[in-house]
C-alpha cells in the first residue's frame, strides 16, 4: 500500500472496507461520505523552560558559554584559580534542585580577576545580545540561550561595593531585556565591614538604587562547611527551579517548601525582617524544626503590579512562550482566519495554565482573555503596516504573605 501524506477517515456503508487502500491523489469510486483531516500548521503553543539559569563568570577556561547539568560536566571549564568558587557555586545550585546551568564567560581584567564595571560589557552585554531567541540583538550564528535567571554571585565579591552595585544594575537591564530574573547578592564587606546586619541590608538596598521587577535581592549569605559566609543567590536559583518543577512557575519560591541544606547568616529579629520585607529585601530565616528556609518572594520594583517574583516570572513565561509560539504565523494573510487561529493558540496555551492551578479563578473565563481583530486591538493603518496585535489578560495569584487568624471563644459563662 503507498504511503498516505494525509489521514483519511471514511464514513458510512461499503466505503469502510474501501477505504484502507486509498493512496494520496487515489480517485474516490465507491459512494460515502469521506472527512479528510488537513494539519492548520499551527501547533500548540508549548511553554518555554522558566528556570534556565546563566551564571555569569570570569573563570570560564575559555570564551564561549558551555552548559552543565551534574557537577561531573564541570571538569575542565573552569580555571584552577577559580574552581573552588565555581564548584561551590554549582553545587549549591544544583543540590537545591537545579538542573540546568549555563556558564557565560566575562573577561577578568579587574585588579580582583572578578567580574568588574569594565568588564561588563564582554560578559552581561555579550549575554543581552546571545539570550534570547527573538531579541533584535542576537546576531545569529549559535543557537541561542534561552534564559530565565541569572546569577553572578562572584560580584559579591568586589571589594569596592560601589563597583558591585554598577555591575547589578547593568545586570538588571540585562535581564530586563531577556524577561529574565536577577538575582542579586548581599557583599561580602559593605563600605570595609563585614555583613553581619540588618541596617547593612537595607544600605545596600539603597545603593543599589534599583527599582526594576526583573531583579531581586536576597538579604542573607550562605554558610559553608568551614564556617565562612558565601554568596546565596546559586542556592536561591536552585529553590526557583525545584519550586517550577513541583508547583510551576505562578508559586513563590518560599515558604516552608523553599528549603535550604547549610545555615544562613545573618539571623534578623521579627522586626528587622518587616522593615526588609517593605523594603523588598527578601529575608531567610531558621524555622524550628524546619531548619533554614527562604521567607520573602518579592523583587526591587516599586510597582505594585511586579512587586512579587511569581507575579512577574508567570507575566514573562506567558508573553514569551505566546511570543515564540506564535511565529508560525509571521507573513500570514493579516485577515480574521489568522486572528482566529492566533486566539485558538493562546487561550489552549492559557487554558493549561488554567488546568494546572496558574490562575486564581473558578472558570477560564474569570481567569484570562485573548483578544485580537479589527477594531479591537488593530486599526487598519496597523494592519497595513503588518502588524497583528494580541491583548491578553489574566489573573495572577499572589502569595499569601499575611495570614490573619480570627479566633471567637464562645460558650463560657459568665462571672457576675
Not at 573563570?59 to 552543565?68: G, W
Not at 569596592?160 to 555591575?167: F, Q
Amino acid at each position: 500500500m503507498a504511503k498516505l501524506t494525509k489521514r483519511e477517515l471514511v464514513l458510512g456503508g461499503a466505503a469502510l472496507a474501501a477505504a484502507p487502500g486509498l493512496a494520496a491523489g487515489q480517485v474516490y469510486r465507491t459512494p460515502g461520505v469521506y472527512i479528510e483531516e488537513i494539519p492548520s500548521g499551527l501547533r500548540a503553543i508549548q511553554p518555554l523552560a522558566t528556570a534556565e539559569t546563566v551564571l555569569v563568570t570570569s573563570f570560564l577556561a575559555e570564551s564561549k558559554p558551555a552548559r552543565v547539568r551534574f557537577m561531573g560536566e564541570l571538569k575542565g571549564l573552569v580555571r584552577p584559580e577559580g574552581r573552588p568558587l565555581v564548584e561551590g557555586w554549582a553545587e549549591a545550585f544544583f543540590s537545591h534542585g537545579g538542573r540546568s546551568l549555563y556558564l557565560f564567560p566575562a573577561k577578568d581584567s579587574s585588579p580582583d580577576g572578578l567580574i568588574g564595571s569594565a568588564e561588563t560589557l564582554t560578559g552581561f552585554e555579550g549575554l543581552r545580545r546571545a539570550g534570547a531567541l527573538w531579541s533584535p540583538h542576537w546576531p545569529g550564528g549559535e543557537k541561542p540561550i534561552h534564559t530565565g535567571i541569572i546569577i553572578a554571585p562572584e560580584v559579591a565579591l568586589l571589594p569596592d561595593t560601589a563597583d558591585a552595585a554598577s555591575v547589578y544594575r547593568i545586570a538588571t537591564s540585562v535581564a530586563e531585556s531577556l524577561a529574565a530574573l536577577m538575582l542579586i547578592d548581599t557583599p561580602e564587606v559593605l563600605n570595609g565591614v563585614p555583613f553581619s546586619t540588618w541596617t547593612q541590608a537595607r544600605d545596600w538596598r539603597a545603593q543599589l538604587g534599583i527599582n526594576n521587577g526583573h531583579a531581586a535581592l536576597y538579604g542573607n549569605r550562605a554558610v559553608s562547611t568551614s564556617g565562612a559566609s558565601r554568596p546565596i543567590t546559586p542556592s536561591i536559583a536552585g529553590v526557583i527551579a525545584r519550586t517550577d518543577v513541583r508547583r510551576g512557575v505562578w508559586k513563590a519560591p518560599a515558604g516552608t517548601e523553599a528549603s535550604l541544606n547549610h545555615p544562613i547568616t545573618p539571623l534578623f529579629a521579627s522586626a528587622e525582617e518587616g522593615v526588609l520585607n517593605t523594603e523588598g529585601v527578601n529575608i531567610c530565616k531558621d524555622l524550628p524544626s524546619l531548619g533554614p528556609v527562604v521567607w520573602g518572594a518579592r523583587t526591587l520594583s516599586g510597582n505594585n503590579e511586579d512587586r512579587f517574583i511569581p507575579v512577574r516570572r508567570l507575566r514573562d513565561h506567558i508573553t514569551q512562550s505566546l511570543r515564540w509560539g506564535l511565529q508560525v504565523l509571521v507573513a500570514e494573510p493579516n485577515e480574521e482566519p489568522t486572528w482566529r487561529a492566533a486566539r485558538a493558540a493562546a487561550e489552549g496555551f492559557l487554558s493549561g495554565l488554567f488546568r494546572n492551578g496558574a490562575f486564581p479563578a473558578a472558570s477560564p473565563n474569570e481567569a484570562f482573555f485573548v483578544r485580537c481583530g479589527l477594531g479591537e486591538t488593530m486599526s487598519q493603518a496597523d494592519i497595513d503596516q503588518g502588524r497583528m496585535i494580541i491583548n491578553v489578560g489574566f489573573a495572577p495569584l499572589k502569595p499569601a504573605e499575611f495570614i490573619v487568624d480570627r479566633i471567637t471563644f464562645e460558650g463560657f459563662a459568665v462571672t457576675p
